[in-house]
């Protein structure tokens, strides 16, 4: 059965398999890795297991379920065969990073270190094999007054609907692209909320580019649930389609969401805007774990660089679900249990016959889950406008740095958006280039005239979330650590006897 890990105290010293992320990949790589008799941990950093998807799932009541639809509700049973797996599970756990390790197991190996964070205490763990299944990150929506009061992004209006039932009181608006926007105005509508508008800002000549794959899309399971969903909001709330440019306008408070529509221009009053164009995978950890990525024009991000069964450049490293591209819940289930079978094979867990009759039978599940989604990805890919604003529209709201001001920077000639960070502190803030990084990647490639994979991506070192002096102070003192604060006390002491 499950155990739950409350403090970092309490952690194993070493792993077979440590697992960073409790969504749909993170939990089926936790259950497929511990049936082959691994001993696996699962680190995550919300209350409860169920990453975005499933959020709350377990404490959700019936009208909850209701509300949130049929695909939430499906998380339950994922969630029931996990608290039946022997594994290690950390709740509200940071590990803030994976490299290797500076001294091997007593088989010989030099395992893979993680800094983790829980309960106040900070620690290093071994693992054999890490699995990052660290999910999506809405991708940024940088339009003029998106900083101000009453304006939120989608998915922050999703978290707060399944982690504590909290719903908009006043007059809502949703704007962007992608199917997360229309699903939420759903949940909302649903949860008797007052949707104003949808406001669609997918741009037009996306169908033509999607109907080469409307075929893969209609035998899929996306095809049906994705058409009631347009119906209920089309028969429910006002829809507005085509919009080619939105500004929240307000005095010190959204009150008024500025649009334009062809030639025309519209004005929308209301007391909530939710932005959302679309997600892009969490590359964070990814990326200071020093995994190779490359950029994905089809998804206008950055992706880790895997093979089907997630392994990254890193080895022992692999990546799966949304943090490997952006593929859904159901096909994340199949790279996290794809990921857990790889790591049972390479730890000698299992024979290849066994590894292989098993692949087979995932890849083809796989597959079924990936249909139709070349279609949502050429439909709702965002325009350009949105993803790379005017001058005087904040990109880093950390740092308060503007598009105007980073292509200032720009036109002096930095090779990359390492020297961009450098010079302006863009990507230097609490959130690490989290809600700035693909703007400023997709403006500086767009000032230099080439596509972002040539120029890369910030490069991220440990500790890639905040760490306190306290729990650094809790880590234990390691021999070479010893030996360099012993050598410099020594210099210090000569240096006072011989002065």
Known sequence: MMQNIHNAADLAPHYDVVIVGAGPAGLSAAIEASNHGLVVLLADENQ??????YRSVEHASDADLGRMGPDYANGRSLLERFRRAKVSY???ATVWSVGPADEETGDGVHPLELGISLGGIARPIAAHRVILATGALERPFPIPGWTMPGVMTAGAAQILMKSSGLVPSGRTILAGAGPLLYLLASQLLRAGVSVTAVVDTTPVENRRLAMPHVLGFAA???ALKGLKLLFEVHRRARVIRGATA????????FSTLRLHRGNKSLHIEGDLLLLHQGIVPNLNLTLAAGCDYVWDERLAAFRPAVDICGASSVPGVSIAGDAAGIVGAAASAHQGELAGLTAALDLNRIGQGVYEQRRNELARKLARAL?????????????KTFRVPEDDVIVCRCE?????????????GVPGPNQMKAFTRCGMGPCQGRLCGLTAA???AQCRGVAPGELGYFRLRPPIKPVTLGELAALPHTEAAIVAVAGWVERAAEERRTS
């Not at 939105?246 to 408070?253: C, H, K, N, Y």
């Open 48 to 53: 409860s297991p169920g990453g975005q998807i």
């Open 90 to 92: 950390a709740s509200r």
């Open 220 to 222: 899929s399971s996306y």
């Open 246 to 253: 939105l500004e929240a306008v307000g005095s010190g408070q």
């Open 371 to 383: 249909k139709g989604r070349s279609f949502i990805e050429h439909r709702f890919r965002p325009d």
């Open 400 to 412: 308060e740095i503007t598009a105007g001001k980073l292509r200032e920077v720009a036109a002096l």
């Open 442 to 444: 997709e403006l500086l």
